[in-house]
C-alpha cells in the first residue's frame, strides 16, 4: 500500500471512529440531559400524553391540568393565575417548563422523576396509565391573598414564614402576570403572550422575594449589627453607645453620616442600644459597625445565612456583604447601605431566626409530594439551616424589636392584643431615586407563629416621601392579622 492510500485510510479510520464515540456519548451519556432540556419537543410531546401532576394550596388546584381534544390531549390552566404566578411559574408547548415551580419541580410534575419509579412499574404492570405527582405547597391562602391586596399596584414583594419550621407561608411579587396564555395550545397566541410577558414593564416574570436584582436592606440590616454587638459580649440593649445627629466618617474629608431626623439619638449625643434601633438611629449604627469591624458583621449575616446557596425548591439568589470595605464602607454597611444586597426572603429569615430563639430554619415551599390518588409519596421535614445567635441574644432583639412597633418608628404595624416585634428600613438605591420601604417583623412576639419581610420599591404610593414605617409596615401587619387574627 503507497503512502497516499495509507494516509487515507487512517482518515477515514478516524472519522468512523470519531462517529462511533460521538453516537455514543449523545445516545448514553448525554441522553438523560438532552431528554430533560424544556425546549425538547419529543420530550413535550411525550409529556402531553398523560396528565400532568396538579399544584395544591390548602387541598385546591392553583396549577392543574383538564383534558383537551386536540392532538396535545391535556391543556395546563391556571385557577387564580395572577395572584401565585410567580409560584407555579409556566408550562408551555413553546417554551417548556419554567418560572416557578413548573420548573423546578419538572420532573415530578411530569412523572419522570426517580423517586416515582417503583409507581410506574406498578403503572406499567396494572396497566394504568401513568401521570405526574401534585406538589402540596405550605402557602397559607389568606396570607396570600392579604399580602396580594395589601401590596396592591406598588412594585415590590411580600414574603412570609412560619419561624418554627421554615415553611413558607405567603409569597407575593408585584408586577404579575397571567401564565395561562403561556400553555395555550395556539401556538401564535403562545408567542404573542410571551414577548407581552417579557416585554412588560417591571419584569414581571421575576419572583423578587427569591431572586432579580437584589435589594439593599436599609435599616433592616440593622438587626444584623444588633446581633453582633449583642453577640460579641460587649454590648446589652441597656449599652449606653454614641449616638450625634451626624457622624463623620473617618478617612475622608467631609463624608457624614446623618440621622433621618438630623438629631442626635439622645440626650448629650448618646442613647442605649435599645433605643438606638427603637429610633432607628443612623449614627449609633455606623459607629457601633466601625467598632464590631467588618468581619464581625460579614460572621454575623452569614450565621442568617448570608451567602447561603438555597433553593426552595425554586433557585434562591444569595444574600451579600461585601468582602471587602473599609471603615467609613464599613459604617454605611452597618445601616444596610453601601453594596449590602438582599432578597425579601433573607430578610424574614433574619426575623424568624430571631423569633425562633437565635434558630435559622431552612425555608421551603412544597409541603409534600402526592400521587395521582393524593396519597403522600413524600413529606418535606424541617431543617435547622444553622444557629444564628443565642436564645439570650434573640430575647434581647425580641425586646428591642417589639419596642421598635410599641413606641419606636414601627407604630403603624401595631395590632390590638398581639405582641409584635418589627424594624423598618428605608434604603437608599440611586441619586434622584425614591427609596425603597422595608419592614420586617414577627408575631406574637411571645409566641411567634409568622415572620414577614415587606419591600417595597421606589417608595410606592409615596414616593419621596416614603418611610418604612409608612409604606412597608401597614402591608406587614395585614398578612399578620391574617394568621394570627384567626
Not at 11 to 40: C, G, H, M, Y
Not at 439 to 446: C, I, Q, R
Request: hydrophobic share 40%; glycine share 8%; net charge neutral.
Amino acid at each position: 500500500m503507497n503512502a497516499p492510500i495509507r494516509r487515507l485510510s487512517f482518515i477515514v479510520a478516524a472519522l468512523f471512529a470519531s462517529l462511533l464515540i460521538a453516537t455514543t456519548w449523545i445516545q448514553f451519556v448525554q441522553a438523560k440531559e438532552l431528554q430533560d432540556r424544556p425546549n425538547n419537543r419529543r420530550t413535550l410531546l411525550a409529556s402531553y400524553a398523560r396528565e400532568r401532576g396538579a399544584i395544591l394550596v390548602g387541598g385546591s388546584p392553583v396549577a392543574r391540568s383538564v383534558p383537551s381534544n386536540d392532538q396535545l390531549k391535556w391543556l395546563r390552566t391556571y385557577p387564580s393565575a395572577r395572584l401565585y404566578s410567580q409560584v407555579t411559574g409556566y408550562y408551555s408547548f413553546t417554551y417548556g417548563a419554567g418560572g416557578g415551580l413548573e420548573g423546578a419541580e419538572d420532573s415530578l410534575l411530569s412523572g419522570q422523576s426517580d423517586k416515582l419509579f417503583y409507581r410506574r412499574i406498578v403503572d406499567m404492570v396494572t396497566g394504568k396509565v401513568p401521570s405526574g405527582a401534585s406538589l402540596e405547597l405550605t402557602i397559607d391562602p389568606r396570607a396570600q391573598k392579604a399580602a396580594d391586596e395589601a401590596l396592591g399596584d406598588q412594585r415590590g414583594a411580600v414574603v412570609a414564614l412560619d419561624p418554627s419550621t421554615g415553611a413558607i407561608l405567603a409569597m407575593v411579587s408585584h408586577p404579575q402576570y397571567d401564565p395561562s396564555p403561556l400553555a395555550s395550545h395556539d401556538l401564535k397566541s403562545v408567542a404573542k403572550a410571551w414577548q407581552q410577558v417579557n416585554n412588560a414593564p417591571g419584569n414581571p416574570a421575576v419572583n423578587r422575594t427569591i431572586n432579580g436584582d437584589l435589594y439593599p436592606p436599609g435599616s433592616t440590616f440593622k438587626l444584623v449589627t444588633a446581633a453582633a454587638a449583642l453577640s460579641s459580649g460587649q454590648y446589652t440593649e441597656d449599652s449606653e453607645i454614641p449616638g450625634p445627629a451626624t457622624l463623620k466618617l473617618p478617612d475622608t474629608t467631609n463624608a457624614k453620616l446623618p440621622n433621618d431626623d438630623r438629631l442626635p439619638c439622645g440626650p448629650g449625643g448618646t442613647s442605649t442600644l435599645l433605643v438606638a434601633l427603637q429610633r432607628s438611629c443612623n449614627s449609633s449604627f455606623g459607629g457601633l459597625g466601625m467598632k464590631l469591624g467588618a468581619d464581625a458583621l460579614r460572621a454575623q449575616a452569614a450565621k442568617f445565612g448570608f451567602g447561603d446557596q438555597l433553593s426552595v425548591p425554586m433557585r434562591v439568589t444569595p444574600s451579600t456583604v461585601p468582602e471587602q470595605m473599609n471603615r467609613p464602607q464599613t459604617a454605611q454597611a452597618a445601616i444596610g447601605q453601601f453594596d449590602v444586597r438582599v432578597t425579601p426572603l433573607q430578610m424574614a429569615m433574619v426575623s424568624a431566626a430571631i423569633a425562633n430563639k437565635g434558630v435559622v430554619m431552612r425555608p421551603y415551599l412544597v409541603k409534600d409530594v402526592r400521587s395521582a390518588d393524593l396519597d403522600v409519596i413524600e413529606e418535606t421535614s424541617p431543617e435547622q439551616l444553622s444557629q444564628a445567635v443565642s436564645p439570650d441574644v434573640a430575647a434581647r432583639l425580641t425586646r428591642m424589636m417589639e419596642a421598635v412597633v410599641q413606641s419606636g418608628t414601627a407604630t403603624a404595624a401595631q395590632i390590638p392584643g398581639v405582641s409584635v416585634a418589627g424594624k423598618t428600613g428605608t434604603a437608599e438605591h440611586g441619586t434622584g431615586l425614591a427609596p425603597h420601604a422595608w419592614f420586617t417583623a414577627f408575631a406574637p412576639a411571645d409566641n411567634p407563629r409568622i415572620a414577614v419581610a415587606v419591600v417595597v420599591e421606589d417608595g410606592g404610593r409615596a414616593g419621596n416621601e416614603a418611610f418604612g414605617c409608612k409604606v412597608a409596615a401597614p402591608i406587614a401587619r395585614q398578612v399578620i392579622e391574617s394568621v394570627v387574627n384567626r
